[in-house]
């Protein structure tokens, strides 16, 4: 046997051993970690990537149930009545704070009338916060993993780089069948930090949008219960 087959045998083998899994189990434990790490950071980005979308979708609806409601006639403490006594989010949470503050003030033995459009929205504040809070909950990872895992995969393939140079120099041989592999090795580290990335960052531009979007309807809605409010309240002093 000649020595090209010997070398045409040797980038055969290579090739053949050339599969993700492989990639994964001969790479250092460094590398090894960080695709590791990479890999979980993908997961869990996609676990709350397909957790708000439905989120939100739910809550789009629920908004415009409640505003169905809302807008058809039915008595404002009819629809309180209907909603206190469980738990709310969005437009309805809303509603059930401005109104429980209203009962309060209207049920002391001496109505505090002058300061109860102040009080009203500033509980209607609070809630637009904490429902904020809510939807825009662990977005704040995505946009981590978004900017982060490009650089852990990077340092994930300078490492298999070293040692992949290292096994070079060891060996004395610079032929692709021993290069490519350490090579490979390294890059597919890179590989998994944009694969771990590119989702999380579009996919936080998109559900920060969503989430804009819902709390500015819901400021929307709380501008116009706070007048009508302010109309009921100026009729009672």
Do not use: C, H
Not at 169 to 179: E, Q
């Amino acid at each position: 046997m000649n020595s090209d087959s010997v070398v045409e045998g040797a980038l055969q083998g290579a090739a053949s051993d050339m599969s993700y899994l492989s990639l994964f189990l001969e790479a250092d434990i460094v590398v090894k970690l960080v695709m590791l790490g990479l890999l979980a950071a993908s997961i869990w980005s996609w676990a709350i990537i397909i957790d708000k979308v439905l989120l939100y979708a739910r809550t789009k609806k629920q908004m415009e149930r409640f505003e169905n409601v809302f807008w058809s006639g039915q008595s404002l403490d009819e629809l309180y009545k209907s909603l206190g006594s469980r738990a709310n989010d969005g437009m309805a949470a809303l509603f059930v704070a401005a109104m429980r503050e209203w009962k309060r003030s209207l049920e002391t033995p001496k109505p505090a009338i002058a300061s109860l459009q102040q009080r009203i929205d500033r509980v209607m504040d609070l809630t637009i916060s904490r429902e904020a809070e809510r939807l825009e909950k662990r977005l704040l990872f995505l946009a981590t993993i978004g900017s982060a895992a490009p650089f852990v995969g990077l340092f994930g393939t300078v490492w298999g780089i070293m040692n992949a140079f290292t096994s070079i120099a060891a060996s004395k041989n610079t032929s692709l069948a021993v290069v490519a592999p350490g090579i490979a090795e390294a890059l597919f580290a890179t590989a998994l930090g944009l694969i771990a990335a590119i989702p999380a960052v579009i996919a936080y531009n998109k559900l920060q949008s969503d989430a804009g979007k819902l709390s500015a309807r819901m400021e929307g809605f709380a501008d116009e219960f706070s007048a009508i409010l302010s109309r009921r309240i100026d009729e009672r002093v």
